[in-house]
């Protein structure tokens, strides 16, 4: 009689127990690095291509639809790649295989995405046209294709930065901390890439008929990108070692995957039994974290099209739109440094604050100021040019108060991408779960409320006439919900809990 096949949480154990051996740190750095070239193609996403489906003739309240691939796709082949990756008998090891065959599919993706326009029209596009549907069929599979491989990529790295700790917690802080690190570099260098408008020049070939300035420019982000992520992909899978599965010591013979049972049913299997056993300090946290994704979703999806539009008053393929979303890149760059900086202080921001719920709570309120904050600037704008009868691009102030209003959302995001995460791996302790399996019942919290918003957000803003506002007033509101959420009905975490909440750092969409 077969023996069942064990956990996530029973083979995590069995794993670290028998490959406990001291990482070099260089190691554990090049595994981090590969983070930079995940976020960098990440960054383009946020900052260009929303502009750029427009540019191809797909209407503003319709583009938010393309954007459920990201939570879709992280909802269902995160937890069956994890799964999977458990249980990879490959000579290359258990995460390597994953590993590079996501690296590959970005590099397709970002093909067909960068060369939409010019398939389009082989395919039989009419450039002269405002919509260009072949090209938009090219870029919605490129679109969906990066997003499923982003996420092949980013839970098999950090899966495998496990691997190498071992089971020593400080390895684990530290590694964890090189993975947040790489990630901030990556966004830092995706949105400087995207705020360049001379780009192309480097890459002239990317200048065509289908592809004007703007396009070109968005290609040569992504040739960059390849070049990044196949360097530090390459240097990560040809000097760190992952131990193949067969190879591994000391583990019983059931943990191989038993042929009569299907790997994905057992993946989600898990998870519907976590659900069942979550507490109900759990359940508040998933609820407080889906409320708070509502806040911030819109600021993802519309953030270099509110600039382009509402700031700089352009439309879509006109110069000042162009002016308008490359100076939202500039912002998003300005944003991710923040963010870098503000994630070496959640730690002592949480002790002033007493508490990582009463930071969290007090932030949410920081993001709907923020969100609010873009009426005022937006209707300055648009005063300005009301005035002045004519055209003119927006004064020093109101750029300087766009800016400012990335940088401050920096503040909250930081807290976003650690807290809910730290909250998640504390509460979830008592039932039992492991912390990859408690942190992926979280991911559920986070990717339905996206697909909600990707559903409703254009609807809504055509319901107000157009434009990003209603979006992000939909966000401040849920953000403030949020907020009160948080520092109310959150149960407080003991002292002695508090280093477990300082052991995990997350980020990523």
Request: proline share 4%; net charge neutral.
């Amino acid at each position: 009689m077969e023996s069942p096949s064990k956990s996530s949480l029973e083979m995590e154990t069995a794993i670290i127990t028998s490959t406990e051996r001291p990482t070099p740190i260089w190691k554990i750095i090049l595994v981090a690095s590969v983070a930079a070239g995940i976020q960098f193609g990440w960054a383009l996403q946020l900052s260009l291509l929303t502009p750029y489906v427009q540019l191809l003739g797909v209407p503003h309240m319709w583009s938010s639809f393309i954007w459920l691939c990201g939570p879709i796709s992280g909802m269902v082949v995160q937890p069956i790649v994890g799964y999977y990756s458990d249980r990879c008998n490959s000579r290359l090891g258990r995460r390597r295989p994953f590993i590079i065959a996501g690296a590959l599919s970005v590099i397709i993706a970002v093909f067909l995405i960068g060369f939409a326009a010019d398939l389009g029209r082989s395919f039989g596009d009419d450039i002269t046209k405002k919509t260009r549907p072949q090209a938009v069929a090219v870029f919605v599979i490129g679109f969906w294709v990066l997003d499923v491989a982003n996420n092949m990529l980013q839970g098999p790295c950090r899966a495998f930065l496990g691997d190498l700790s071992a089971g020593n917690d400080g390895t684990i802080r530290m590694a964890n901390a090189f993975f947040s690190f790489f990630m901030a570099m990556g966004n830092i260098l995706g949105y400087a890439a995207g705020s360049y408008e001379g780009l192309h020049r480097a890459f002239p070939f990317t200048r065509t008929d289908a592809c004007d300035i703007f396009c070109a420019n968005l290609k040569s982000c992504f040739f960059i990108s390849i070049i990044l992520l196949l360097i530090v992909t390459f240097l990560a899978m040809f000097f760190v070692h992952d131990v193949p599965l067969s190879d591994i010591k000391k583990m019983d013979d059931d943990i191989e995957s038993n042929e009569n049972t299907s790997a994905s049913a057992g993946c989600f299997g898990e998870i519907v039994g976590a659900l069942k056993q979550l507490k109900k300090p759990m359940w508040i946290l998933m609820l407080v974290t889906a409320i708070n994704w509502i806040g911030w979703f819109p600021f993802f999806l519309f953030n270099t099209d509110w600039m382009g539009k509402e700031v700089y008053g352009g439309n879509v393929g006109e110069e000042a739109y162009d002016k308008g979303v490359r100076a939202g890149s500039l912002g998003l760059m300005i944003n991710a440094v923040v963010l870098a900086v503000m994630s070496l202080a959640v730690e002592p921001a949480s002790k002033v604050m007493g508490g990582a719920k009463n930071l969290w709570g007090i932030v949410n309120f920081i993001l709907a100021g923020g969100l609010l904050s873009t009426i005022y600037i937006t209707k300055v704008a648009e005063f300005d040019r009301k005035l002045a009868g004519h055209y003119v691009p927006p004064a020093t102030g109101v750029r300087a108060g766009a800016l400012i209003f990335f940088a401050v959302i920096g503040i909250p995001l930081a807290i976003n991408f650690s807290v809910p995460f730290a909250l998640a791996s504390v509460y979830s302790s008592t039932s039992g779960a492991g912390q990859g399996l408690s942190l992926g019942v979280l991911n559920l919290a986070i990717v339905i409320p996206q697909m909600i918003v990707s559903t409703v957000s254009g609807q809504v803003d055509a319901w107000f006439g157009g434009g990003n506002l209603p979006a992000f007033v939909m966000g401040a509101i849920a953000a403030a919900i949020s907020g009160a959420m948080a520092l109310v009905l959150l149960p407080s975490i003991k002292k002695s809990d508090e280093a477990k909440a300082s052991m995990v750092v997350g980020g990523g969409h």
